[in-house]
C-alpha cells in the first residue's frame, strides 16, 4: 500500500498535533451544549473518532453517508442522502464532522439541509480544506489544513475505497489512477 504513495503531504505526527488543537477548541465552544456530532461516511470515521476523544465534554454522535463522487476523482455535482441520521436536529447544535471541503458543495447541501430541520446551530469542522476548488460560497468553521488541490488518499481518504487506513495522508503515485 505505502508503495502506492508519490508523496506524504501529513505525517501523522503534523495529523494528532492538529487534531489535539482542533479538540480543544471545540470542547471550549461545545461545553455544556450537548452537540450532536456528525460523521459523514465513510472519509469522515478516522477523523471524527480521534477528534471526539479529544473533546472532553458529553455529546451525542450519528451519522450520515451521501454520495458525489462514486469511484471517481471528480465531482458528479450530485448529492444524493445514502443513509440519513437516527436523531432529530430540531433544538440542537449541530457539528458536522467531514474529512475534507473540495468544491463545497456536500456540506452546502448538508448544512442547508440541517438548517430545514431546525437545528439551534450546524457548525462545520474539516480536516482538510481544498479552496481553491471551490464552487460554492462556502467554508469550514474549523478546518485543520488548507491544502492545494492535488488528490489525497490516507486517515479516512480513499481512492476507489482503498488507502482509508493509512495513518498519513498522501498523494497517490499517476500511475495507480491509470492501472
Ligand atoms: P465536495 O466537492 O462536495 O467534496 O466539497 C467533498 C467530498 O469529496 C471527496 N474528496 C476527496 N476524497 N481525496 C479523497 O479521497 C481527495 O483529495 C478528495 N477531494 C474531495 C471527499 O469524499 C469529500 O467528502
Ligand atoms: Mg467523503
Known amino acids: 500500500m505505502n508503495n502506492d504513495i508519490k508523496e506524504i503531504m501529513l505525517t501523522k505526527e503534523e495529523i494528532d498535533q492538529k487534531v489535539k488543537e482542533l479538540g480543544k477548541i471545540l470542547a471550549d465552544e461545545y461545553r455544556d451544549k450537548n452537540p450532536l456530532v456528525i460523521c459523514i461516511l465513510k472519509g469522515a470515521i478516522v477523523f471524527m473518532a480521534d477528534l471526539l476523544r479529544e473533546m472532553d465534554i458529553k455529546c451525542e454522535m450519528d451519522f450520515m453517508a451521501v454520495s458525489s463522487y462514486g469511484n471517481s476523482t471528480e465531482s458528479s455535482g450530485v448529492v444524493r442522502i445514502l443513509k440519513d441520521l437516527d436523531t432529530t436536529v430540531q433544538n440542537r447544535h449541530v457539528l458536522i464532522v467531514e474529512d475534507i471541503m473540495d468544491s463545497g458543495l456536500t ?17 462545520v469542522v474539516t480536516l482538510l480544506n481544498k479552496p481553491e476548488r471551490r464552487n460554492v460560497d462556502i467554508s469550514p468553521d474549523y478546518s485543520g489544513f488548507t491544502i492545494p488541490d492535488e488528490f489525497v488518499v490516507g486517515y479516512g481518504l480513499d481512492y476507489a475505497e482503498t488507502y482509508r487506513n493509512l495513518p498519513y495522508i498522501g498523494v497517490l503515485k499517476p500511475e495507480v489512477y491509470s492501472k
Open 107 to 123: 456540506l452546502s447541501h448538508l448544512v442547508e439541509l440541517l438548517k430545514q430541520r431546525h437545528a439551534a446551530s450546524v457548525k
